[in-house]
Nanobody, 115 residues
């Protein structure tokens, strides 16, 4: 059974940093590109960052230069380092494969950035 468990969210002031982690079951992690997604209140879920199996990364324009996605294949974990956070980064953050599979969505982790 596939399971994705996100952690590391919290409340931070604008300009601060957080590091999110997503632990994935080995059956999907080793064979898939992975992504971090977020959903703000009243908005659709959007892709924030993507990392291929080989480590190539891409980012949404809104987070480029501030966020860094990485993966530890030995630990089946994908990370999202978020720096220079802005109030508009406030959202629930999820990880999933890229492209996302509907049955893989976890509960996510809440990130709140105060101004």
């Amino acid at each position: 059974q596939v399971q994705l468990v996100e952690s590391g969210g919290g409340l931070v002031q604008a300009g601060g940093s957080l590091r999110l982690a997503c632990a994935a079951s080995g059956s999907i992690f080793s064979i898939n590109d992975m992504g971090w997604y977020r959903q703000a209140p009243g908005k659709q879920r959007e892709l924030v960052a993507r990392i291929t199996r080989g480590g190539t990364t891409t980012y949404a324009d809104s987070v480029k230069g501030r966020f860094t996605i990485s993966r530890d294949n030995a630990k089946n974990t994908v990370y999202l380092q978020m720096n220079s956070l802005k109030p508009e980064d406030t959202a629930v953050y999820y990880c999933n494969t890229y492209l996302p599979v509907s049955g893989f969505w976890g509960q996510g982790t809440q990130v709140t950035v105060s101004s």
